[in-house]
C-alpha cells in the first residue's frame, strides 16, 4: 500500500530545503508528483541552435547558443577611476540572429576564461534592450561540452541528443530544474494510472511511468510525441470525467416541467414585436423550450454575439416559465447592467409588464428590478411581489441571492455573463426553488467549441451567430499614437465629426485615476510593460479633451467607484442623448445599449484583452448608423501587441478573435485562473489544438460514467480525479 506517497514526498526531503522553498513560491510545486509534472516547455536539439532573431522583451528565456567572439573593456567609474573597471561583452550566435551578454566587476573573470569563441552553452536570462540591441545582462550559463570532453556532465543531465528546456524563473534556471527532475524521476515508476486500461489499449497509449520517463529523458522526437499524446489523453480525461459526474449527478435531480400556455404571455409578447425573429433566434428558443419541458433542470449555455439578442431569447424562456405559473430571475453583473436589463425587457413588454396596474393587459405580469442601492419602501414592495407570485419576472444583483429574498414558485434562472458570477452564489439562488430551478447561462463572450467543452462541459450549448437585421458594420482601424501622432489628432477630429452628425462617442481607459499613488505598483507596471508611464486614467484623460480636442463637447465620465445612483444618472443624461462623449472604464464592456453612439476611442488598446476589445467595440454601431472603433496604442509596429490589435481591427468575427486569444494567451487565463497565479492544471493539453482529444475524451468519460457512476472499479481514476479537484479547481468546474 505504500505505492502513493513516493509521488507525494515533499520537495524538501528530496532536493533540500532551498531549492524546494524556491520551487514551492515561484513554480508552486511542493512534492515529487508536482515536480514529474512539470514538462519541458520545449526540446533544444545539441546539433541545432534556438532563434535569437525572436526573443521576447523583458521575458526569462533560455537559450543554446554558440561564444561567436568575446571582448573585455576597461573603463573608468566613480568606484574605479583609474580604469580599473571591466566590463566583458560576449556575442552569441544561433545561426538565426545573434545576442549580446554583458559581464560587469567581479563577474566577469569565469566568464572570461570560460567562453572562449566556439563554446557552446545554455544561457539564462532577462532580455532588455541596450543601444537600440538585445542583450542578457549577467546571464546564468552551462556549458555544453562534446561528447569527447571527460567533464560530461552536462552530457549525462540530458541524456540523448535533446535537451529539454524548462519553464523557469530567475532565481531557478532550466537546467537547476532538470538536474532536479533526473533526481526524482525514478519515482515515476510509481505514478498510479489514472487511465482505464482499456481505454489504453484500444487507443495504443503508453503507460504513465513510460509517458513521464519519455517526456523528461526522450532519446528522439518520437519519444515526446508519444509521451505528449499520453499526457493530453490523462488531462483532458481526467477533466472530462469530472464534467461527466456532474452532468450524471445533475440529471438525477428533480425539476419542475414548465410548458408555456399556448395563448400566454409569450404568444403576446411575439405579437407585438415589430420584427420577426432570427432563425438563429427561433432554433435556439426551441432547444430551450425542449429543455423546459423535461423533469430534470435544464443547464444551457446561450453563447450570443454582441447584439445578437439573446436578451430577446431570454425573455421568451422567462415568459414561457410564467406562463406555465412559475417565477423567473435574471442575475446581471453589475446595476448598471441589472437597471439596463430592466429597461429594455419592460419596454419589450409595454403593457404585458404591468401586472396589477392600471392599463396593464389583463394576463400581464411584474416585472421588478432588485439590486443593492434601492430604497427601503421600493425594496420592501418588490421584496413583497416575489413572495406573493405577483412578480413573475425579477432582474437583479446578487442581491437577489440574499436570504431576505423569497419566491412564490422559482423556475427558471437566467445568469448574464457567467464568468462574473462564482459556484456559491448560484448555488445559493437553486437553493430558493421549491425544486432546483432550470438554468441558463448567458455570454457575449464568443467561446470555441472545445472551450465551452473544457470550462462549460456541464452545460449543453446553444449559439446565436446571426446578427439580427438592421444592424451596422463597424470600421476598425489601429492609432500608432507614437509613430503617427497625427493619426491621434485625426481620431479626435473623427469624434467631432460623428458628434457634429448628432451622434455620441466613448473613450475607454483602462485606469479610473483616482488611486492612491503606489509606487510599487507604477514599478511593477512599468516593468512588465517596458515603459515607464501608468496606464491611462480616464479622470485625467477626460479633462485633457474637455479641454483640448474636444472643447465644448459634453463630456462626462464613467466608473465603477461612482455611487450606484451617479453611474445610472450618467448614463440616463448618455442614452437621453445629452452627453457627447462619455469617458469610462470597462464597466460599458456588457450590455450597454445606447444605438446613438456611434464612435469609440479605446486608449491603451494594449493594455486590453482581444476578447475584452471585441466586447468593448460591441457598444457602437448599434442603431441604423454605422460604427467607428479606434484602438489607440503606442507600441511599436513589430510588438506581438500590435499584431493583437490588427487582428481585432482586421475582423468582426467573435469566434475567429477567440480562437486568436486563446493561442496567444496561456490556456489558463481560460480556465479563469489567470488572476490567481497558480498553475493551471492543463500543462500539455491546448484547447485549441487538441479539439479532437478533447472531443474523443468527452466520449469515453460519458460511457465510463454511465457504467460506473462513482468510479468504483477505477481506483486510479479517483486519486486523479481528487488531486484535480481540489477547492481551487472546483472554482471553475463549478462555474457553470
Known amino acids: 500500500m505504500d505505492l502513493v506517497p513516493a509521488l507525494e514526498e515533499p520537495l524538501k526531503k528530496v532536493l533540500g530545503p532551498p531549492t524546494a522553498k524556491v520551487m514551492a513560491e515561484h513554480l508552486g510545486l511542493h512534492t515529487v508528483g508536482d515536480l514529474l509534472h512539470h514538462y519541458p516547455r520545449r526540446y533544444e536539439e545539441r546539433g541545432q541552435l534556438t532563434h535569437l532573431a525572436d526573443l521576447p522583451m523583458d521575458e526569462h528565456v533560455t537559450v543554446v547558443a554558440m561564444v561567436a567572439d568575446a571582448r573585455l573593456h576597461s573603463f573608468a567609474s566613480a568606484k574605479a577611476p583609474r580604469g580599473k573597471g571591466q566590463r566583458l561583452e560576449v556575442t552569441i550566435t544561433d545561426g538565426s540572429g545573434r545576442l549580446q551578454l554583458v559581464f560587469f566587476g567581479n563577474g566577469v573573470h569565469k566568464p572570461h576564461k570560460e567562453l572562449l569563441p566556439g563554446t557552446r552553452a545554455m544561457f539564462a536570462g532577462k532580455v532588455s534592450v541596450f543601444n537600440r540591441r538585445l542583450q542578457l545582462a549577467h546571464p546564468a550559463y552551462e556549458l555544453l561540452r562534446g561528447d569527447g570532453d571527460n567533464a560530461t556532465e552536462a552530457v549525462e543531465t540530458w541524456a540523448g541528443a535533446l535537451i529539454p528546456l524548462y519553464p523557469a524563473t530567475a532565481k531557478l534556471e532550466s537546467w537547476k530544474i532538470g538536474k532536479a527532475i533526473q533526481t526524482v524521476l525514478p519515482s515515476a515508476q510509481e505514478a498510479v494510472d489514472p487511465l482505464p486500461s482499456a481505454l489504453r489499449e484500444g487507443r495504443g497509449l503508453v503507460s504513465l511511468p513510460e509517458a513521464l520517463l519519455k517526456i523528461h529523458r526522450p532519446h528522439t522526437k518520437a519519444d515526446v510525441a508519444a509521451a505528449r499524446t499520453r499526457l493530453k489523453w490523462d488531462e483532458a480525461f481526467v477533466l472530462q470525467v469530472a464534467l461527466a459526474r456532474r452532468r450524471h449527478a445533475d440529471a438525477q435531480l428533480p425539476a419542475v416541467p414548465r410548458r408555456p400556455s399556448p395563448d400566454g404571455l409569450l404568444t403576446a409578447l411575439d405579437d407585438r414585436l415589430p420584427f420577426t425573429l432570427t432563425e438563429g433566434q427561433q432554433k435556439v428558443s426551441k432547444e430551450i423550450f425542449d429543455d423546459l419541458a423535461t423533469d ?214 483602462p485606469r479610473i485615476g483616482d488611486e492612491e499613488d503606489d509606487p510599487k505598483k507604477a514599478r511593477k507596471s512599468a516593468e512588465d510593460e517596458a515603459e515607464k508611464r501608468p496606464p491611462l486614467a480616464v479622470l485625467e484623460v477626460a479633462d485633457q479633451l474637455a479641454k483640448g480636442p474636444l472643447q465644448g463637447l459634453a463630456v462626462e465620465v464613467l466608473h465603477g467607484r461612482m455611487h450606484p445612483d451617479d453611474k445610472d444618472a450618467v448614463m440616463r443624461r448618455f442614452a437621453a442623448g ?142 486523479a480525479l481528487d488531486a484535480l479537484l481540489d477547492d481551487e479547481r472546483e472554482q471553475y468546474l463549478e462555474k457553470g
Not at 430534470?296 to 422567462?318: C, N
Not at 457575449?444 to 449543453?460: K, Q, S, Y
Not at 453612439?597 to 457598444?619: N, P, Y
Open 296 to 509: 430534470h433542470p435544464m443547464h444551457r449555455l446561450l453563447q450570443g454575439e454582441v447584439g445578437s439578442g439573446k436578451t430577446l431569447v431570454a425573455l421568451r424562456a422567462m415568459l414561457a416559465v410564467v406562463d406555465a405559473g412559475g417565477q423567473a430571475a435574471m442575475l446581471a453583473p453589475t446595476e448598471v447592467l441589472a437597471q439596463q436589463h430592466h429597461r429594455s425587457i419592460v419596454e419589450m413588454m409595454g403593457e404585458l409588464a404591468e401586472g396589477g396596474m392600471l392599463g396593464g393587459a389583463e394576463h400581464a405580469t411584474k416585472v421588478v428590478l432588485l439590486t443593492g442601492s434601492m430604497g427601503t419602501a421600493a425594496r420592501r414592495q418588490a421584496l413583497l411581489d416575489l413572495v406573493t407570485g405577483e412578480a413573475g419576472i425579477v432582474i437583479g444583483t446578487h442581491a437577489l441571492i440574499e436570504d431576505k429574498v423569497q419566491f412564490h414558485d422559482l423556475g427558471l434562472v437566467v445568469v448574464d455573463e457567467q464568468h462574473r458570477f462564482g459556484v456559491e452564489q448560484r448555488d445559493a439562488l437553486r437553493g430558493k426553488g421549491k425544486q432546483p430551478p432550470h438554468l441558463l447561462v448567458m455570454t457575449a463572450t464568443p467561446i470555441p467549441r472545445t472551450v465551452a467543452m473544457t470550462v462549460f462541459g456541464d452545460l449543453e450549448t446553444s449559439v446565436l451567430d446571426q446578427l439580427p437585421a438592421g444592424r451596422s458594420p463597424i470600421a476598425s482601424h489601429v492609432v500608432p499614437a507614437a509613430d503617427k501622432p497625427h493619426f491621434l489628432a485625426r481620431a479626435w477630429e473623427r469624434v467631432r465629426e460623428e458628434v457634429g452628425k448628432g451622434h455620441q462617442a466613448y473613450v475607454v481607459c
Open 578 to 719: 445629452e452627453t457627447d462623449v462619455l469617458v469610462a472604464t470597462t464597466v460599458i464592456e456588457v450590455g450597454v445599449n445606447v444605438p446613438n453612439a456611434t464612435a469609440m476611442v479605446i486608449m491603451d488598446a494594449d493594455r486590453f484583452g482581444v476578447s475584452q476589445l471585441h466586447q468593448l467595440r460591441g457598444r457602437v454601431g448599434r442603431g441604423s448608423a454605422p460604427g467607428l472603433c479606434l484602438l489607440v496604442t503606442e507600441m511599436p509596429e513589430a510588438s506581438p501587441a500590435r499584431q493583437r490589435l490588427n487582428a481585432v481591427a482586421s475582423t468582426l468575427d467573435g469566434f475567429e478573435l477567440s480562437r486568436i486569444d486563446l493561442e496567444q494567451r496561456r490556456e489558463g487565463d481560460v480556465l479563469g485562473q489567470a488572476q490567481s497565479g497558480a498553475r493551471t492544471s492543463l500543462r500539455v493539453l491546448a484547447v485549441i489544438e487538441d479539439e479532437e482529444v478533447i472531443a474523443e475524451a468527452r466520449e469515453e468519460a460519458v460511457a465510463v460514467v454511465a457504467a460506473d457512476p462513482d468510479l468504483e472499479r477505477l481506483p486510479g481514476l479517483r486519486t
